[in-house]
């Protein structure tokens, strides 16, 4: 086993005995198995011309690498089965595998060191971009040049490449990265409508709960239908608070709140939730024994002993679900604040022309995109420290969970522009673009020209790819915490540096002078 594909990899190796995520050296090598898959089939692609048949590899590779992501799937015999779908797949085309002959591993990418690097980069970028594709996906969208550029990526890390030729590849996935966001959030739209500014109680009523966490609306979607005039509250958790601001969700009177905080503190609120639990996609843990029973897992999540519930003709059954929660008590009061949410680029431009005034007068002298994910770790006390003694004439952008960190802090309004502006979850990081590209055109300028900061989180592979998509788009000097990705060799962290002015933080008071935030 060797992981270091996410914030938490152990400094300089990585995970080498047991992942800091929960997931055992024998699960990393299988999952290092379905990824060897995953190329030479992507490779022996190349070969094939039957539409039908790409369309099938092309569900098996994006559904597969997405399942590889942290904290996913921790279910040894699902990665199984999609090794063994790869292989079926291989075996319709009459190609035989190279790659499983000893251990094979992240350094089998390259044996230079730099080389190396920005394969896994890549690598990782590609599983954001499979992660978004596959949430397009299943609300009906296809675009053939997203899932080409998937297999085109995946066959380039078998090959010897040039450094030159691998930081184009990763910067056609920033690229292509960012199609895939535009596309999700168009399906987003054309299916649950438009988001709307919205206020969400964070506290709980009397009756037994459903608790749904994830990022899968269209999970969200049919639990809501299938919960309505049963007497159960649907609750959602993490990435599923910005479901409350979609106009065809937010109609169902059972969607009554969201419970919790970002997906890292969940073994402590799910036992306190009382009632069953969905896990939809990632930010899903391995339970404690305590609620082991009453979680459930769906899509691409999966856990190894626990029921998964799956998909027929795109319709699931969350009927063992209603009745577990209908024999449940009523969940625990954790807090009771209310979130205003909804800030979705249409929502965020339809107050641009009083955002543009605010900054003329200098009643706003600066923005600061403070998106991406939340982690365990105690230094990312930091970020709710950078927010608090941010000054008051600066607005907050974010989406994504890293917002858990402040979104329940006074931060007050300038003029009625809020002091946060939620995007939503970090699937919407693309409004966070929209609404920076708006800015810069009603400036006269770009947006590195913006009084535009960002200190940016991450912890895993979808935050990978929207760095990527930060870098093809021109975005200078983003501050990214609370570390430097471990996979990043000194050579690419070089080049990140001095074209890119990629930094680490530091001390939120230092911080500030370097984002130049007076």
């Not at 896994?120 to 996906?137: I, P, R, S």
């Not at 402590?268 to 843990?285: H, Q, R, S, Y």
């Not at 190894?304 to 319709?315: L, R």
């Amino acid at each position: 086993m060797k992981c270091m594909q996410c914030e938490e990899s152990i400094a300089v190796t990585g995970c080498v005995r047991n992942g800091v995520c929960g997931k055992s050296s024998e699960l990393a090598d299988q999952m290092d198995k379905l990824i060897a898959s995953l190329i030479e089939l992507s490779t022996a692609s190349a070969d094939c011309s039957d539409s039908s048949f790409i369309g099938e590899m092309d569900e098996c590779i994006v559904n597969s690498l997405f399942m590889t992501l942290t904290n996913t799937n921790f279910d040894m015999q699902r990665i199984k089965d999609a090794i063994d779908e790869a292989d079926s797949l291989m075996k319709k085309i009459g190609k035989g595998y190279s790659l499983f002959d000893g251990e094979y591993s992240v350094d089998t990418y390259d044996a230079d060191e730099d080389l190396r690097s920005l394969k896994q980069l890549l690598l990782f970028g590609l599983k954001g971009l499979a992660a978004y594709y596959h949430h397009a996906y299943v609300l009906g969208a296809r675009d053939q040049s997203i899932t080409d550029f998937i297999r085109k990526g995946l066959a380039a890390t078998k090959k010897e490449l040039g450094a030159e030729e691998l930081i184009a590849l990763n910067m056609e996935c920033g690229e292509i990265g960012a199609k895939a966001m535009a596309l999700l959030d168009k399906y987003n739209v054309d299916t649950y409508g438009k988001p709307e500014i919205t206020q969400v109680r964070t506290g709980v009523g009397k009756n037994p709960g459903i608790l749904i966490t994830g990022h899968d609306l269209r999970d969200l979607e049919q639990l809501l239908q299938q919960t309505k005039g049963t007497g159960i509250d649907v609750y959602t958790h993490g990435e599923m608070l910005p479901a409350h601001a979609y106009p065809e969700l937010k109609k169902y009177d059972n969607l009554v709140g969201n419970y919790g905080n970002a997906w890292y503190l969940q073994k402590d609120e799910f036992e306190k939730f009382n009632g069953p639990i969905v896990a939809t996609t990632n930010c899903v843990l391995i339970p404690k024994d305590s609620y082991r029973d009453r979680l459930f897992t769906t899509g691409t999540a999966g856990v190894e002993g626990v029921k998964y519930i799956s998909s027929k003709d795109g319709i699931k059954d969350f009927s063992e679900v209603i009745e577990m929660a209908k024999k449940c008590p009523a969940p625990i009061e954790i807090d009771d604040k209310v979130l205003t949410i909804g800030f979705a680029h249409d929502q965020t431009l339809a107050l641009a022309g009083k955002i543009i005034d605010a900054v003329k007068s200098g009643a706003i002298k600066r923005f600061v995109v403070m998106a991406g994910c939340d982690g365990r770790e105690k230094g990312r006390q930091y970020y709710t420290r950078f927010a608090q003694e941010l000054p008051g004439d600066t607005v907050i952008l974010t989406a994504g969970c890293a917002k858990y960190r402040y979104n329940k802090l006074d931060l007050g309004d300038i003029g009625g522009i809020p002091g946060v502006i939620d995007a939503g979850q970090c699937n919407d990081c693309y409004s966070l673009v929209v609404i920076a590209n708006a800015l810069a055109e009603a400036f006269g300028t770009d947006v590195n020209g913006l009084p535009l900061s960002f200190n940016i989180s991450w912890y895993e592979q979808k935050a990978v790819l929207v760095l990527l998509v930060l870098l093809k788009l021109g975005i200078k000097n983003i501050m990214l915490g609370p570390r430097l990705p471990v996979f990043l060799s000194p050579g690419v962290a070089k080049v990140l540096v001095e074209n890119f002015g990629i930094k680490a933080n530091s001390d939120p008071a230092a911080d500030r002078v370097i984002l130049n935030i007076e």
